[in-house]
């Protein structure tokens, strides 16, 4: 009986169950072609069996996972891995699962319960700049490809002042591919000038500027004299340009222009910027000084000077014994200003005699002076006595 259970036994398929999970050990490149090799997990026993399951990385996202029972490395395709291996990632998970007959048989993994439902996969479409592919929600990708374009669609001409751009989409996914149009290029043509307040330039129709400078102004020109109750303006053109620049002139205050002082024969004056006079004062004269002696045959002369500006009044003495200076240049002396005689030879003083007999002239004047005074003294006597 014993013996004929085993004969069973040994004719039955390979039976696998499955329980738990475990962690292989040292997954890695094995260095021939794109094989992946394993370790058994640690803590297993000798006789234990395992399904694996080998899924590729490349950074985050899982390229393909492939599964293997009871050997420890498998295979992955060179339309998979496109990249140096060492870009990847290798990622192994064990099962234990239990053998009933001949491992190098035929046999099947078979549900005693224990074991997790097998997973269905389930892909949605994904892509990057590059690829597009489709994922399961467990990582595992199928279909990975760069992507396939249609034609380019301009969004947006180039012109001379500004980039486009385009776009393109993939025929496969929904990746949008956008590109910039470059400006477009052209020679460069400058108009008039250009201005503001400060400057001035000429410009391309691209915005590119020439011969920008500082405005060079001429004089200013007065357009407008201010009063005291009104303000003025002026103004200056750039001689490259000719932008004119406009300002006001505020409401004129007389002040003193020039401290000097101004003068003619009569008066002296101190004079606003305006041109108006202030100050205005009749000369104030110091003593004559003699600047020439007179003689009995020829004149002589002297001035003075005001005492606040600089005028110099001068007139001329008469030669000796011929009477008072007549030669002013006082404009309110009626003598000759220059001091001249009349060409007749007159000098304006009417004659009385020989002037050379002044003595008698003395005495006589001398005798009238005594008899006034004798006759005051003698009327002040009798008054006295009559009181």
Not at 154 to 178: F, N, W
Not at 226 to 254: F, W
Not at 357 to 373: K, T
């Amino acid at each position: 009986m014993l013996l004929a259970v085993c004969l069973m036994i040994a004719a039955l398929p390979l039976s696998v169950s499955a329980a738990g999970e475990y962690v292989p050990g040292n997954p890695r490149w094995s260095g021939y072609q794109n094989q992946v090799q394993w370790g058994r997990p640690a803590g297993a026993a000798s006789g234990d069996s395992f399904e694996y399951e080998a899924q590729l990385l490349l950074g985050d996202d899982v390229v393909e996972s492939k599964a293997v029972e009871i050997d420890t490395y498998l295979f992955f395709t060179n339309d998979v891995v496109t990249r140096p291996q060492e870009e990847y990632t290798i990622r192994v998970r064990a099962r234990w699962i239990m053998i009933v007959g001949d491992p190098d048989g035929q046999y099947m993994v078979a549900d005693v319960g224990e074991a997790e439902p097998p997973h269905e996969h389930s892909y949605t479409q994904k892509h990057d700049a590059a690829q597009h592919w489709q994922e399961c929600s467990c990582g595992e990708r199928l279909n990975v490809a760069n992507h396939i374009y249609g034609d380019w669609r301009e969004t947006k001409p180039a012109t001379e002042t500004e980039a486009g751009s385009r776009e393109r989409d993939c025929t496969v996914c929904d990746y949008v591919q956008t590109e910039t149009i470059p400006m477009l290029e052209h020679e460069h043509s400058y108009g008039d000038w250009q201005k503001d307040e400060t400057q001035h330039w000429k410009e391309c129709r691209c915005g590119e500027k020439t011969e920008v400078g500082n405005h060079t102004f001429d004089d200013w020109t007065i357009t407008k004299e201010p009063t005291t109750t009104e303000t003025g303006s002026r103004e200056r053109t750039c001689s490259i340009c000719k932008y004119t620049q406009e300002e006001t002139i505020p409401v004129h205050e007389h002040s003193i222009h020039d401290e000097a002082w101004k003068y003619d024969d009569t008066e002296h004056w101190q004079e606003c910027s305006c041109g108006e006079r202030l100050n205005v004062a009749n000369h104030i004269y110091g003593d004559w000084k003699v600047t020439k002696e007179a003689t009995e045959t020829e004149e002589g002369s002297r001035e003075r000077g005001c005492a606040v500006c600089e005028y110099v009044q001068t007139e001329a003495i008469p030669a000796a014994g011929t009477g008072e200076p007549t030669d002013s240049t006082d404009p309110t002396d009626s003598s000759d200003s220059q001091g001249q005689q009349d060409p007749s030879g007159d000098t304006g003083i009417p004659q009385t005699g020989d002037s050379s007999d002044m003595a008698l002239w003395i005495s006589l004047m001398l005798a009238s002076c005594g008899g006034v005074l004798g006759m005051l003294f003698y009327r002040r006597k009798k008054t006295a006595v009559g009181k």
